[in-house]
T-cell receptor, first 111, second 114 residues
């Protein structure tokens, strides 16, 4: 089973700062997902990527398949970015029906 | 857009009660999941189902059962609720376009067992 580790567990930043959240995993994957969970519980998918880099607004996700590592960057952070960010991977073997999740990074952006 | 709904956002039950959590998805997805989420432990899979009447245990099935009588509905049952089942419960459904899994989550049910 894949082991997914995220760092840091908690992150506090000032508005406008550049933020990086890291994710590493132990075995090969078919895709890596970055998810966002706001207070109240709902989880939304931000990115799904299997190589390279994706950008959506102020969010950028990168993945290095050889190093089994991904980063989520937030440029010009804003208090509304405060949320839990979760990394998850889908296994290329077997049914690929499940995701394996990291424990999440709690981000707080102060005004 | 895919919509996954859960029957309650907040629920308070007493120890020993039987608890039903229901999840409905509107996109004809084959796969449905129940997770619980606890601080520091992340999302842990309780059960999943890949077809009607089919179910498989996840990482922490003890104390839970599930039911999938219709494709769109997946129920989580706590036969006799205990205080250590106080948690956030998240339902999800998924499909695999081109072989890569896309998963969609419900809003969650925060269950408190007193």
């Amino acid at each position: 089973k894949n082991e997914v580790e995220q760092s840091p567990q908690n992150l506090t930043a000032q508005e406008g700062e550049f933020i990086t959240i890291n994710c590493s995993y132990s075995v090969g994957i078919s895709a890596l997902h970055w998810l966002q969970q706001h207070p109240g519980g709902g989880i939304v998918s931000l990115f799904m990527l299997s190589s390279g880099k994706k950008k959506h607004g102020r969010l950028i996700a990168t993945i290095n398949i050889q190093e089994k590592h991904s980063s989520l960057h937030i440029t010009a952070s804003h208090p509304r970015d405060s949320a839990v960010y979760i990394c998850a991977v889908s296994d290329p073997s077997g049914s690929a029906r499940q995701l394996t999740f990291g424990s999440g990074t709690q981000l707080t952006v102060l005004p | 857009d895919v919509k996954v709904t859960q029957s309650s956002r907040y629920l308070v039950k007493r120890t020993g009660e039987k608890v039903f959590l229901e999840c409905v998805q509107d996109m004809d997805h084959e796969n449905m999941f129940w997770y619980r989420q606890d601080p520091g432990l992340g999302l842990r899979l309780i059960y999943f189902s890949y077809d009607v009447k089919m179910k498989e245990k996840g990482d922490i099935p003890e104390g839970y059962s599930v039911s999938r009588e219709k494709k769109e509905r997946f129920s989580l049952i706590l036969e006799s609720a205990s205080t250590n089942q106080t948690s956030m419960y998240l339902c999800a459904s998924s499909f695999t376009p081109g072989g890569v899994l896309e998963q969609y989550f419900g809003p969650g049910t925060r269950l408190t067992v007193t």
